[in-house]
């Protein structure tokens, strides 16, 4: 079993960056591929991006992909999402995940996860 933690959400201008962390607890979290869901206001909650458990893949949803970064440290039980060129339309609560595949996240399969954090808002202003 694995628990999660998230931290560096906040407030940010249009054009910023932020780096969002996920810590993980137990010593499974290499076995896992880790991704980031995002729901914003009214709205449903989508794949942002996601990588497996080695970080030989790689997927990102088209609107973020060439801004954000996802990265994982097995080390340090820590994935990362760096998020450059920040837009009003990233405001959203971000949740991170656990899965067994990558594909989890790719189809928006959130209920599937094997673990989940509580989220951490990102509020982006125009």
């Known amino acids: 079993q694995v628990q999660l933690v998230e931290s560096g959400g906040g407030s940010v201008e249009a054009g910023g960056s932020l780096r969002l962390s996920c810590a993980a607890s137990g010593r499974t979290f290499s076995n896992y591929a880790m991704g980031w869901f995002r729901q914003a206001p009214g709205k449903e909650r989508e794949f942002v991006a996601t990588?497996?458990?080695?970080?030989?893949?790689?997927r990102y949803r088209d609107s973020v992909n060439g801004r954000f970064t996802i990265s994982r440290d097995n080390a340090e039980n820590t994935v990362y999402l760096q998020m450059n060129s920040l837009k009003p339309e990233d405001t959203a609560v971000y949740y991170c995940?656990?899965?067994?595949?990558?594909?989890?996240?790719?189809?928006?399969?959130?209920?599937?996860?094997?673990?989940r954090g509580q989220g951490t808002l990102v509020t982006v202003s125009s």
């Open positions: 990588t497996s458990a080695s970080s030989t893949i790689t």
């Open positions: 995940g656990a899965a067994f595949s990558t594909v989890t996240f790719v189809n928006n399969a959130f209920n599937d996860l094997r673990a």
